[in-house]
């Protein structure tokens, strides 16, 4: 267990670890789906749908190049703080940046709190802290996606999968963080489960499929 739990030397580099927190959670925070519909003349997300400001709710105005713009940009804020934070205090620090990011994308203050449910920018930072697990997660949700054709099962699946792949692969304590963010996302996801456990959860190409991040 003790190999899992990664030594954090807050005495001397505690001020690091709050700044890298501190830029993930910021740029985590900006609600590129809010900005991005807004800015293609669709209206106000929150109002549209399920209210959610990530990809698949976007989809829902029908508008596929704001979803996929969303869709990126939600990633690429994740892997930023990530990257940025490792290039000028390391890698613990990247750990703090990629917890920061996730948090800022479900919890934005700018939007009291109110924010996606993480999938995009759990990739992002899956990708940043070793890419070869963030394409293993990627191929996990296509697989799963092309098997039962249910966007949140897949995302689910892949998430679940990641600790595992990060363990498998000489990053336990990576695999840490990426436990913490999947229990996060397994939260958000609390009601697309509970259509799943009832069969109701839409399939992907269906009316009203947009219903996980």
Avoid: C
């Avoid at 830029?23 to 925070?29: E, P, Q």
């Avoid at 698949?56 to 969303?70: D, F, M, S």
């Amino acid at each position: 267990m003790s190999d899992l739990i990664p030594t954090l030397s807050w005495q001397t580099d505690g001020p690091h670890y709050l700044i890298a927190f501190a830029l993930g959670y910021l740029l985590g925070s900006v609600p590129f789906g809010l900005i991005i519909t807004s800015l293609a003349g669709e209206g106000d997300i929150r109002k549209i749908g399920s209210g959610n400001i990530g990809a698949t709710n976007v989809l829902r105005t029908g508008n596929r190049w704001a979803a996929a713009a969303t869709l990126l940009l939600d990633g690429a804020k994740g892997a930023a703080a990530v990257l940025i934070a490792r290039a000028l205090f390391g890698d613990m620090a990247a750990l703090f940046a990629a917890l920061g990011a996730f948090l800022g994308h479900i919890f934005p203050v700018w939007l009291r709190f109110k924010g996606g449910k993480g999938v995009a920018t759990f990739l992002g930072v899956t990708l940043a802290l070793y890419w070869p697990v963030g394409l293993l997660v990627a191929a996990t949700w296509l697989v799963a996606a092309l098997i039962w054709r249910i966007s949140s099962l897949s995302a689910l699946i892949g998430a679940a999968l990641s600790t595992l792949y990060m363990i498998l692969l000489g990053r336990p304590s990576f695999a840490v963080l990426t436990a913490l963010l999947t229990i996060l996302i397994y939260i958000m996801h609390r009601e697309n489960i509970a259509r799943l456990l009832r069969g109701e959860e839409p399939r992907i190409g269906a009316e009203g499929s947009a219903t996980a991040e």
